[in-house]
């Protein structure tokens, strides 16, 4: 099995779902025709697979029947009673499994899938839709080796993929996974002041855009600590420091941390 025979399935068709689907079409991974989903409701999947030409199907049954890699992309309170009909299926040699269900590690799966079945827990963010993604991968899995490298082929084109021990999953999930909200809070809140100070509003955007995007290319790009990168943008006596000291009295830094703690306690 490679890409270029694989049919991927998506039990859930909501955003993550989409997202997954847009970026691997886009990248050219796999073209729509060898997608196939199903949702809770038909029409609306009907509407949502349209544009890429994603094949919609009634129900699980189906999109495991037809799928060498199935993606279960349902809410965690759904997971078990979509897996009940299709535990069979789902446990096939030939086809593996991918969760992207927010909070589920393989060690959930234990009463929900069949032993045997060939499964990886990883979650994605939305800008694997247009191939700038992350998958934090738990570094266990029940795959063949076979089967872990056509999992890289198909995602390493739309997502950097962070393999992580079961307890650092959690947290690496709420860096790559939640923190797209958060950023983009802070793209709004820039943008807002931009306005604020007469920018147009749609130039403001793409200023922060850039901004969020470039300074992420250069941390990886030169691998430069982050406290440098911030000390080399403000010069002694300048304006940028102004701004840092102003973060700092307002805790800017603390309420980013305490917000990941947040999600980690369960707030
Ligand atoms: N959004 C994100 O950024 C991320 C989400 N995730 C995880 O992805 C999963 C999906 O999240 P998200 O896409 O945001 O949620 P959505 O609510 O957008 O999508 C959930 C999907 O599940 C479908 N669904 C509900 N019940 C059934 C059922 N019985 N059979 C088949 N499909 C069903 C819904 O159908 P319908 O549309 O018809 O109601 C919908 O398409 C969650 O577990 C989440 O934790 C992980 C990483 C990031
Ligand atoms: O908020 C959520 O539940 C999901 C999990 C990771 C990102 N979004």
Redesign the pocket.
């Known amino acids: 099995m490679n890409t270029d025979s694989l049919t991927l399935g998506?039990?859930?068709?909501?955003?993550?779902?989409?997202?997954m689907a847009q970026g691997l079409v886009d990248a050219g991974v796999l073209p729509g025709g060898r997608i196939v989903?199903?949702?809770?409701?038909?029409d609306?999947?009907v509407e949502?697979t349209a544009h890429l030409g994603v094949r919609p199907m009634h129900?699980?049954t189906e999109v495991a029947a037809a799928a060498d890699l199935v993606i279960?992309?349902?809410?965690?309170g759904?997971?078990a009673?979509?897996c009940e009909p299709i535990r069979h299926e789902l446990a096939d040699p030939d086809r593996m499994v991918l969760s992207?269900?927010?909070?589920?590690t393989l060690e959930d799966y234990a009463d929900i899938l069949e032993e045997g079945t060939h499964l990886i827990c990883a979650?994605?963010?939305?800008p694997i839709s247009v191939g700038q993604g992350i998958l934090v991968t738990q570094e266990d899995d029940t795959l063949t080796d076979q089967q872990r490298e056509l999992f890289t082929q198909v995602f390493d084109p739309v997502a950097m993929i962070e393999r992580l021990p079961r307890e650092l999953v959690s947290v690496g999930?709420t860096i790559a996974?939640?923190a797209?909200?958060y950023t983009a809070m802070y793209m709004e809140a820039l943008a807002d002041a931009g306005v604020e100070h007469g920018l147009p509003r749609q130039a403001a955007y793409r200023l922060a855009a850039r901004m969020v995007e470039g300074t992420g290319a250069l941390y990886l790009a030169t691998g430069t600590n982050p406290g440098a990168m911030k000390d080399a943008v403000c010069s002694p006596g300048g304006t940028t420091i102004k701004g840092v000291a102003s973060l700092e009295k307002h805790g800017f830094r603390g309420a980013v941390i305490e917000a990941i703690d947040a999600v980690e306690r369960g707030d």
């Open positions: 998506f039990i859930g068709y909501g955003n993550m779902a989409q997202a989903a199903c949702a809770a409701h038909y609306r999947l949502r129900s699980g279960l992309a349902v809410k965690p759904q997971v009673q979509v992207v269900v927010g909070g589920m979650i994605p963010n939305t999930t996974g939640c797209p909200a």
